[in-house]
């Protein structure tokens, strides 16, 4: 198989043409071995073995520290959609700060260790800023890492979303994640108003997945009630990944402001925010950058919007430019760009783990991770085609897949609806397989096989513990 051209098809929207072969071992082992195009970073992660996934406590014993002897051994982690596999880098970085912390104390705000992977305290947020600018589009400077999503999303409403007469709604998604959708029905109670008059939901034209025309409509048919868009660049449920440089530029010309959450987009799709003239954005780094459970967030504000002055934003001490931050005067100087927007002293430890998870993408770049991604998408997509047409009713399978068939329009993950009945004993199956992924009722199992960790024998390790879950749905 041509790996070059198959990737290149499938950035135009086309299906590559998959050999006889294709759902042997043998040939998902031959593109893992194609490490110049397909590169991996998986020995820079922690994967865990299928006994570690059984372990009940933290005491090392026999069973869970045995060495992995082969991959057969190891876990089928499919889940970086909701949480990314932890990057060895974490550790190496969480003990210098212990270190740093043990041996120079508050000193550690303000002295730069020449052996050491981190900046000053003070200047950490900025070096994730940096190490986050390339992933997402966008310049250093309108790049804050502070806080968590929801959080940001409402500092961001805060500053974006001013009603004013008939200009109040708020268009979003008629299927947002719960926390979007509280942020947003308690931004609008807080300014007085009724959610149930101010919030314009899109729907799907059919089925699960909404197209940008009927996006583009609804902004028009708004345009004089609409005070903010706050769309997902990619849904969660679905997978679908919305066109967001032409959306945007459409409610640029209506005079709208407009936001996006990018929570299943950054670090996992090619993102431009600056030169898709985005007015704000917000994103977790759990998933796709790996930064560990709740880690800290991240947040871009076009340099258009200038710094947090003037009323614009609320602000705190630490959004206070560091110039003269230690004056203590009450006499804000917004930190140029967007990280005049932070409140609180960020959490450092926070801050570790970003920083190391983010030397990982130092190696890479968005557009390689990209390629390999859609060519992984594929060849699950591909794999799990030919188990539907095994099944005991090809023309009824007992799944579909409801992420959008052209990969240009969606990311790493694939959205696979089972029936409903079929999903519990599914995920039990899968679980004793050693394989995990995320499970939405009522049908729903969402496979995200992450360029930067996972390889096609992964993926073709997964289908062959699905096709077995189906039974007896699917012949033997």
């Known amino acids: 198989m041509d790996v070059k051209n198959a990737i290149q098809q499938l950035r135009q929207g086309q299906k590559p043409d998959w050999p006889a072969n294709s759902d042997s071992l043998a040939f998902a082992q031959t593109l893992d071995d194609n490490n110049d195009i397909l590169k991996t970073f998986r020995d820079d992660y922690v994967v865990p073995t299928k006994a570690q996934l059984q372990r009940k406590s933290l005491k090392d014993d026999a069973k869970t520290s045995a060495p992995v002897s082969s991959t057969e051994d190891e876990s089928i982690y499919l889940c970086g959609n909701s949480l990314g596999l932890q990057p060895k880098a974490v550790g190496e970085y969480l003990a210098a700060y212990l270190k740093t912390w043990g041996s120079i104390g508050v000193g550690g705000h303000f002295t730069h260790l020449e052996d050491s992977p981190l900046t000053p305290y003070q200047d950490l947020a900025a070096d994730c800023a940096r190490k986050m600018s390339e992933i997402v589009g966008a310049a250093p400077e309108e790049i804050v890492a502070m806080n968590t999503l929801t959080i940001n999303l409402h500092l961001m409403m805060a500053t974006f979303y001013k009603p004013s007469g008939r200009k109040n709604k708020i268009l979003c998604e008629w299927r947002p994640f719960p926390s979007d959708w509280y942020a947003i029905e308690s931004q609008i109670q807080w300014h007085g108003l009724n959610p149930k008059e101010c919030m314009v939901t899109v729907e799907p034209d059919s089925g699960y997945l909404i197209t940008t025309s009927n996006i583009l409509s609804l902004i028009d048919k708004h345009v004089d009630t609409l005070s903010l868009i706050l769309l997902p660049g990619i849904q969660y449920w679905s997978g679908q990944l919305l066109d967001i440089q032409t959306i945007t530029a459409h409610a640029r010309s209506r005079g709208i402001t407009i936001g996006w959450d990018l929570a299943h987009a950054a670090g996992n799709v090619e993102l431009s925010l600056h030169d898709w003239d985005v007015d704000f954005a917000c994103w977790c780094t759990y998933k796709y950058m790996n930064a560990g459970a709740g880690a800290i967030a991240g947040a871009f504000v076009h340099s258009r919007h200038g710094d947090n002055d003037h009323g614009r934003g609320l602000k705190g001490w630490y959004g206070h430019d560091k110039k003269s931050r230690f004056l203590m005067d009450n006499k804000f100087v917004p930190t140029p760009g967007a990280q005049g927007w932070q409140c609180s002293n960020p959490s450092v430890v926070d801050l570790t783990c970003l920083s190391g998870a983010l030397s990982v993408f130092t190696k890479t770049s968005m557009q ?18 030919q188990v539907a047409s095994r099944c005991s009713d090809p023309e009824a399978p007992p799944f579909s897949i409801i992420t959008p068939k052209d990969p240009r329009w969606r990311g ?21 397989g050693g394989v995990v992924c995320d499970k939405r009722k009522p049908g729903i199992v969402r496979v995200a096989p992450v360029p930067l960790y996972n390889t096609f024998e992964d993926v073709w390790r997964f289908l062959r513990v699905f096709e077995k879950a189906l039974t007896p749905v699917a012949q033997p």
């Open 368 to 385: 390689d991770l990209r390629s390999k991604s859609v060519l992984l998408t594929a060849y699950a997509e591909h794999l799990l085609n």
């Open 412 to 432: 790493t993950q694939l959205s696979v609806l089972l029936k409903e009945e079929l999903l519990e004993d599914v995920s039990e199956a899968l679980e004793m």
